[in-house]
């Protein structure tokens, strides 16, 4: 029993190593931009963040009076491998000197304390420095799905974050039963988990808009990348990509509500059926042919041009299942992977 015990704590602390990735502030800037409006008078939460180092509790804050902001709310969990270390920006009142505590930090306004007519890190740093109410140690450890972090949760009107990606279907999961609005970062490959899928199928959850590109994710000096393209080292700070992230939410997008435009013909030779069933295969999202009333097999990036007027989505197949059709995804013996099936609307 000491062993497999042992065992289940190594895995666990490696998928929390795995999940120790910050997203960079151009990156939360490029896809925050587009929402504004949408947070005026909203309490925000970030509930998987490291104020030391976390880019979204730095925008927010910083951002606070230009977004008209109700409240942040930001907590921190106590296994972060680097809180406190590579960019310790504030002294705070009311905290253990170590940093190492999981505590919470709300902020209601942010003064010109500085009196230079702009609100920046610098008032920040001066109100988490003298107000001891601002910041505050929690009891449990920080985790998301604590009963303490799911009171703060309560009170929050939109969530943004990177969560744990390991964790992310029971993150969504949590987003949902309490009804939350959010914006968050996960692997494209989320959307043909199980539950994300029927969440983008019944239009309860959609991509955000800067899907494109590389992005690159500080990560602890001793994180393991085993490939030399995925690695960078900038200032003394090492950043990771994982290939393709993306933005999921249920804030409204004006690029959901806009037609893709499609160009192709359909033709018999150009789009192959599936061996035994009635679905045609489109290699690329971009050649989804304008004429064909029937059932499409269309590679997962098509949720990023999905525009529920415009397409239905019937359901998902890829190498291990089959989410709403039964069939098999094979082109003259050749297994096809990664397939959304669609049709388009009248």
């Not at 949408?38 to 509930?47: A, D, E, I, M």
Request: glycine share 6%; proline share 4%; aromatic share 14%.
């Amino acid at each position: 029993m000491a062993t497999k015990s042992l065992n289940k704590n190594l895995r666990n602390a490696s998928k929390a190593k795995k999940d120790e990735f910050y997203t960079q502030i151009i990156d939360i800037e490029k896809e925050l931009k587009h929402y504004k409006e949408q947070f005026r008078g909203k309490v925000v939460y970030c509930n998987c963040d490291d104020p030391f180092e976390s880019n979204f509790f730095k925008y927010f804050a910083s951002n606070f009076n230009a977004l008209g902001l109700k409240k942040i709310i930001t907590t921190s969990y106590v296994k972060s491998p680097i809180v406190c270390g590579q960019l310790p920006l504030f002294e705070i009142e009311g905290l253990k000197p170590s940093g190492k505590e999981p505590f919470k930090i709300e902020i209601k306004e942010v003064p010109d304390t500085d009196k230079d007519g702009a609100i920046n890190l610098d008032d920040v740093k001066y109100l988490l420095k003298h107000d001891k109410n601002t910041a505050t140690p929690l009891k449990g450890s920080g985790d998301f799905r604590s009963d303490e972090c799911i009171e703060l949760l309560k009170q929050a009107d939109i969530v943004v974050t990177n969560p744990p990606f390991s964790l992310f279907r029971k993150y969504v999961a949590q987003l949902m039963e309490y009804k939350k609005k959010f914006l968050i970062l996960g692997d494209q490959n989320a959307i043909t988990y199980k539950e994300t899928f029927g969440y983008i199928k019944d239009d309860k959850l959609w991509l955000g808009y800067d899907n494109g590109g590389t992005k690159w994710f500080q990560v602890p000096d001793d994180y393991d990348i085993a490939t030399e393209s995925r690695k960078k080292i900038v200032n003394g700070v090492k950043y990771f990509s994982m290939g393709r992230i993306l933005w999921f939410t249920n804030l409204d997008t004006t690029k959901r509500h806009e037609n893709f435009v499609l160009y192709k013909k359909y033709t018999p030779k150009e789009f192959p059926k599936y061996d035994n069933y009635d679905v045609i295969n489109v290699d690329k999202v971009s050649d989804i042919p304008m004429n064909y009333k029937g059932v499409m097999g269309v590679p997962i990036t098509f949720v990023d041009k999905y525009n529920p007027k415009q397409f239905e989505i019937l359901g998902v197949a890829n190498s291990a299942r089959w989410i709403g059709y039964k069939c098999l995804a094979l082109i003259q013996g050749r297994k096809i992977y990664n397939r959304i099936l669609i049709k388009l609307k009248k």
